[in-house]
């Protein structure tokens, strides 16, 4: 926008309507904008464009579609896949998943070091618990299921089941096996590369009760 441009120049001695004829703009046009120099429009793409951001950066590996969907349910806001793809594509926003040849996807970076080492074994309960994500189809279509299971003794400690797969599904089974477990302090909590478990909201729930990330390497 070169409106606040004109401003600049009025200040160094420059008329603005000479300013607005050189830049081929009408001086009502400029000080229309000096009356309401941020557009409602403006604000609704601010407030979109941090949204955004805030789905992308709890869940990763979500594409243009999924934050709309999560806009739309989580957030409450009225908004297109259009808009969004529109907002995704200005900020490079992303999914984190790399589709290799054939069907495969490449795993994200970790963010944690790996503290199990393909070691799945503990001596007693609250040691080590092992975490995934499956996909299971219904007549009713498709549902989530996040697993948490101890390595002592075999358990499922904890689980949560959605029709999406979320950072927010890993997050609420992780909780229930804190409560479940009495808030076990140093537990290691192992995961795969998944970015339900890169996720901001993950690793804080992880740090704020202070259980020990973890994540094995590829294959």
């Known amino acids: 926008m070169m409106y606040p441009l004109v401003g600049d120049l009025a200040f160094e001695g ?49 594409g243009y579609r999924l934050i709309a969907d999560e806009l739309i349910h989580a957030k409450g806001l009225h908004v297109g896949e259009n808009r969004v793809q529109r ?33 799945f074994t503990a001596e007693t309960v609250n040691v080590k618990w092992l975490l995934d994500i499956t996909e299971h189809w219904k007549l009713e279509g498709k549902i989530c299921l996040c697993a948490i299971k101890d390595c002592a003794s075999r358990r499922i400690v904890g689980y949560a089941i959605d029709s999406r797969m979320t950072s927010e599904l890993a997050v609420e089974a992780l909780r229930m096996a804190i409560m479940l477990r009495g808030r076990p302090a140093g537990t290691i909590v192992h995961s795969d590369r998944g970015g339900q478990f890169r996720s901001k909201k993950f690793s804080m729930t992880l740090r704020n009760n202070g259980l020990v990330g973890s994540m094995g390497r590829v294959a």
Not at 27 to 45: F, L
Not at 103 to 114: E, I, Q, Y
């Open 14 to 62: 420059i008329p603005i309507t000479v300013s607005c004829r050189v830049l081929v703009f009408s001086t009502t046009a400029y000080y229309d904008w000096r009356r309401s120099p941020v557009s409602q429009r403006d604000w609704d793409d601010a407030h979109l464009i941090n949204a955004t951001m805030g789905v992308h950066a709890d869940d990763p590996e979500f």
């Open 87 to 119: 907002v995704c594509s200005f900020q490079g926003i992303s999914s984190t998943i790399i589709k290799r040849r054939g069907s495969g996807k490449k795993a994200g970076p970790a963010v944690h070091d790996d503290h199990v080492m393909r070691d």
